[in-house]
């Protein structure tokens, strides 16, 4: 989206604010005058806080690396800017303050989602309006719409309070097929308030990929956000998922299957899922993350088709496979803040879909179930877009 921080400071709303913060990463580079907006606002005076969200400013630090000295950043030489890590080792930190909040006349967020309720940049934004509401404060919120690279497809059943944490936030589906702006008014919604939102569009230009720059260390290619929905819930294995590799959630292994096991999985999944993806066994090494250095027989999975492929359901099928043949899948555990709950029923989020897993209940009860769910999403989420274009031409 090349024209889209030029649309910004192009706006005559922001062109008055003066005391800004800013939550980014390095998505929020600018094309045409190639700088990133922070060093844009930086030059003009008017940032006085940058939040920096979970794998810092630049995707250098992998899932779960917390920040807590942003000392890092100093050479960035930004004079007068608080850089503020919204992922430490203290859980309090996934909000800002109250004294990070109460000076400001706005804030821009500009982030890249990928479309899934587990990328916690959802959560950061989420935490960072409850703080707006709990402590009553209404600085304009400029939002950039970057694109949602999943698209507008929806998959998943809504997490319940039961399973919610930092990635999961209560209501969310596991692919919602919103915008970051539409998220926001969601969570607007979700909240009982009423914020300064202002949305910042770009229909002119879209020769700028989504994901041309990473959003985070494990987001390579397009592929990835199409898939993500269902291969994150090898997180929650014994499995690795594919970090250490170029292609993490594409290619999925472990050194205690054997090639036969993993061929005969391949097989039986390849039946139903054909015509929309492929798994293709192979060995690999991952260089860190689970099983360094180590041999792992697995499988890559290459999507042949993204029209309608369900990753979710997808993914479901394939664990249950594994799980038939491997007794100790589950990665034991505390996860993740905010619930002491295990990786697998974090990500998973659902009593069904965890019992399915668990070769429980049949494929046609949760069919059934997501498609019922996925509707009722779809109508809300329409909603919700509308809310979103009334405020854009108000």
Known sequence: MKNLIRNLIQDSRFAQ????????????????????????????????????????????????????ETNVYESLDLQGV?????????????????????????????????????FTFTSTIFYLFESLVKHNLSPYIFVLNRPNPAGRQVEGTPISAKYASFIGLEGLPHRHGMS??????????????????????????????PVSINPSPNIPNQITPLIYAGQCLFEGTTLSEGRGTTRPFEIIGSPDFSWQEISHVCDKINKDWSTKAVLRPLKFIPTFHKFTGEVCTGFQLHLLNDQNYHSLLHSL????????????????GKYEFGSEKTAIELLVGDDDLLDFLYGKISLQIIQEKLQESESQWIDLRDRIHLVKNKALSS
Request: glycine letters at 2%; proline letters at 1%.
């Open 180 to 209: 970051i702006a539409e998220l926001c008014f969601y969570f607007q919604e979700k909240l009982n308030s009423k914020l300064n939102i202002c949305v910042i569009e770009d229909y002119t230009d879209t020769t700028i990929n």
């Open 317 to 332: 099928s394939i664990i249950r496979e594994l799980a038939q043949i491997k007794e100790d899948l589950w990665r034991k």
């Open 17 to 68: 604010m003066q005391q800004l913060s800013l939550l980014c990463n390095q998505v929020s580079f600018d094309f045409v005058s190639q700088q990133y907006l922070f060093r844009i606002l930086s030059e003009k005076k008017t940032l006085k806080r940058l939040f920096v969200p979970e794998h810092g400013l630049f995707g250098e630090l992998q899932d779960q690396e917390k920040l807590d």
């Open 82 to 118: 608080e850089v503020v890590s919204l992922y430490q080792h203290n859980e309090k930190s996934l909000a800002p303050e109250v004294a990070h909040l109460t000076d400001l006349d706005a804030i821009v967020i500009d982030i890249q989602d990928v479309g899934c309720r587990y």
